[in-house]
């Protein structure tokens, strides 16, 4: 260390209130005049520095040495201090979940002896698994709101950075208020949705304690409602809807935060939102605190998560001030009404976003996913209104709370823990559904019989009832085959695939096909084969008369527009004048026609045919001309000696498509494109449609490698050979066959559905 030394001086006339006033400067004991007087004398030393380096851990914030530019979201979330854990979270089980553990103890215990000795326990652990998953299912079906509290507290529920770097395609984290603070309870950013750009704001929880302790549990201070704020602004001049994720317990109430502004944080946020005008969404992914959750939560859709809970007051706060004791916040829970369900009755919340069995940490990629998907379909919605009519949309929204109208029936008390009651449905005796069935065929007898229209109603309730009866028998053989929990397991297996190379890694597709193949196989040891095999063929058959039934009903007001149409005037003289012309020219064909003629022939004909589309059109029918080329051959030009051979190839080409569509490989892609058209849904995405259409092209290239074999092109040739050397010989022999003549002649085709077409 540095040494100075120096000469005192003399120091006279000094008081004690000069000493005392000099010692507020840092010197002790020397006014500040005298010191000013005096001289030092330094004695020259050699002077020794001695510096002592602590050794700290190197920090990889914000960029880390070697950043992997291929991460997920994009080479900017090296910025984020959010990365994945090291370690995988405790499983945590709650105190209602707690008659499950037996169940997981004897599947745990019977693995492992199946493994220490090398015997087969797989029907015992399938067993014990289905018990599992139905005492879960009935567990989960049954909840009280304080156990939806329970499990929006749960400790490895997903937080609002798993959720946003799992449904984010870019996403970069945004920091500060721009007053000195960064509150890490609060989290911004940009980020991507299928090519959407939103700003993500939202309340963020840790994962362990030392993440809980740096994100205060979630409860932000006034720097950070103020850092949403700066980012609402941010969103609002560049246009980005918002998307806000609450789960907080409220928030902090210290006193340095009331010092800076609490309550006036919040209301500032408050009255900001109301007067944004871009598109905002709320969702509670967790618990929602007071004015702390409501400060973000001011939107145009506030959505929740099955298991979340949105309140006031805390169920403990509730029962410590109504019923002076903590130990009352399951009434309180109850009384306050705060879970999802509730609040979509109250119109607080506008919709609820499932999640799994077990709860949201249970699969978090699945609830997740269910989270996109209702952000996607939301801001559909919203960004189809223009700002007045989205300002003026929230507005309404909060004026309609708390509103009430008295003499107006309420909900009847629920009774807690009471399962709800499964319909059941009441089959028809084989006897009863015979007497029914011959009424109503002799029904459609005596209606064909007196030219009249079938019953259409007795046919449609009819054929209504056997399709519950027919799906009420088949229920009832699975049971009896022991196959429903399986059928159960694979159902909610299929609901959770959210990707397309889940569904086509063919482990899903193989399961389905065991299953079917079990079934169809074991379908006719079934009790009740009998009684469904009759009312199968019963539907089929009913169904075959309705379709009959339209088919004659709409040919009869086709038949009535085609009469309607040529009956008209103003064609009627056109078709005569038409006429005249003709027999005027004295040609016996209508090759032997001038051009001019033969032209306006062709032009009425197009003429009648518009009429005949408008007509048909206005039947809500959709009409479609189909050109096709086809050649004027004469009368005694005859190629029925070729019929079978043509109807033989027809029929082969025919077979060979059919073992193309009974190929378990066709089968499966159908089976994907019917599942991907389920999942898309009536407003399919642009990757929705991208899937479905590379599995039609699929198909479609599937077929054509089977009509386009060699030996089929072989055959084919060789028949077009003969065709054409017939038609020549006829040609040469006695000069029967008129010259051809090529043109495009239309005809019409009427779609009534997916397999039906009048030509």
């Not at 409501?294 to 939107?299: M, V």
């Not at 960004?383 to 003026?392: I, P």
């Not at 006897?431 to 002799?442: D, N």
Request: aromatic share 6%; charged share 30%.
């Amino acid at each position: 260390m540095t040494s100075i030394a120096y000469s005192p001086a003399a120091i006279t006339g000094t008081s004690a209130s000069d000493l005392l006033r000099s010692s507020s400067n840092g010197v002790s004991g020397i006014p500040l005049k005298t010191l000013g007087n005096s001289r030092f004398a330094v004695k020259k030393r050699d002077v020794t520095v001695v510096v002592k380096m602590r050794k700290v851990k190197k920090h990889e914030y914000p960029w880390p040495a070697d950043p992997d530019p291929n991460v997920k979201g994009g080479v900017l979330t090296h910025l984020s201090h959010f990365k994945p854990l090291k370690e995988k979270p405790k499983p945590v089980t709650l105190d209602f979940e707690k008659p499950l553990l037996d169940l997981e103890k004897k599947i745990v215990d019977v693995r492992r002896m199946a493994n220490e000795t090398g015997l087969d326990f797989s029907d015992q652990i399938i067993s014990l698994e289905n018990k599992y998953q139905q005492a879960l299912k009935e567990l989960y079906a049954r909840l009280i709101p304080i156990q939806r509290v329970n499990i929006a507290r749960h400790p490895n529920r997903p937080t609002f950075l798993d959720h946003v770097f799992s449904i984010t395609d870019k996403f970069v984290e945004l920091h500060g208020d721009r007053a000195g603070y960064d509150d890490p309870a609060i989290v911004t950013g940009i980020g991507t949705i299928d090519g959407r750009r939103y700003m993500f704001i939202g309340q963020q929880k840790g994962r362990n304690t030392k993440e809980n302790i740096q994100r205060n549990f979630g409860m932000p201070t006034p720097h950070g409602y103020r850092k949403a704020l700066r980012m609402m602004y941010y969103a609002d001049h560049h246009g980005f809807p918002i998307v806000t994720f609450i789960d907080t317990p409220g928030a902090y109430a210290d006193l340095k935060s009331e010092e800076l502004g609490q309550g006036e944080a919040i209301a500032h946020n408050l009255r900001t939102m109301f007067g944004l005008k871009v598109p905002i969404v709320s969702i509670v992914i967790g618990e929602g605190g007071s004015g702390g959750a409501l400060a973000i939560g001011c939107a145009n859709k506030l959505l929740m998560l099955e298991n979340a809970v949105f309140y006031v007051a805390s169920p403990e706060a509730c029962a410590a001030i109504l019923w002076k004791s903590a130990k009352a916040s399951p009434k309180a829970a109850e009384k306050l009404r705060i879970t999802a369900p509730e609040l979509c009755k109250l119109q607080i919340c506008d919709g609820i976003i499932p999640e799994p069995l077990g709860g949201a940490h249970s699969d978090p990629a699945w609830t997740s996913q269910q989270i996109k998907a209702a952000i996607n379909e939301t801001m559909d919605e919203l960004t189809a209104m223009d700002t007045e009519e989205l300002l003026k949309h929230r507005m309404l929204k909060f004026r309609k709370l708390g509103g009430f109208q008295e003499g107006v029936p309420v909900d009847p008390k629920k009774k807690v823990n009471m399962k709800k009651k499964e319909q059941t449905v009441r089959s028809t005796s084989k006897a009863e559904l015979e007497g029914e069935v011959e009424k109503l065929k002799q029904q459609i007898l005596k209606a064909k019989e007196s030219s009249n229209k079938p019953p259409e109603l007795a046919l449609k309730d009819m054929i209504e009832k056997l399709k519950k009866e027919v799906d009420h028998e088949y229920s009832e053989a699975i049971k009896a085959m022991g196959l429903k929990d399986r059928l159960e397991m694979l159902k909610e297996e299929v609901s959770k695939v959210n990707s397309w190379d889940q569904l086509m890694n063919h482990v899903i597709m193989d399961k389905i096909e065991k299953l079917r193949h079990e079934f169809n196989q074991s379908l006719s040891a079934a009790p009740n084969y009998t009684t469904l095999k009759y009312k199968l063929d019963m539907l089929k058959e009913f169904s075959k008369a309705k379709s009959l039934s339209e088919a004659a009903t709409l040919k009869q007001e086709v038949n009535k527009k085609f009469n309607e149409v040529l009956a008209r005037p103003e064609i009627n003289e056109k078709l005569e004048a038409l006429k005249c012309e003709v027999q005027n020219s004295g040609s016996s064909s209508f090759l032997d026609l001038d051009q001019g003629l033969k032209d306006k022939i062709l032009n009425m004909k197009k003429e009648i045919e518009l009429e005949m589309i408008n007509a048909l059109e206005s039947l809500g029918l959709d009409v479609e001309v189909v050109k096709s080329n086809a050649k004027v051959l004469s009368e005694q030009t005859s190629l029925s000696v070729f019929k079978n051979k043509v109807d033989n190839l027809n029929e082969e080409i025919n077979k060979r498509i059919e073992n193309v569509v009974n190929s378990s490989e066709l089968k499966n892609m159908i089976e994907s494109l019917k599942l991907e058209i389920a999942k898309a849904g009536k407003k399919p995405d642009i990757e929705s449609k991208s899937k479905i259409e590379a599995i039609q092209q699929q198909i479609k290239q599937r077929l054509s490698e089977a009509i386009s074999s060699s030996e089929l092109k072989g055959k084919h040739e060789e028949l077009k050979a003969e065709i054409s050397e017939a038609i020549e010989s006829s040609a040469g022999t006695d000069g029967s066959l008129q010259k051809e003549t090529k043109y495009e002649e239309p005809r019409l085709e009427i779609n009534l559905g997916a397999n039906r077409s009048f030509s």
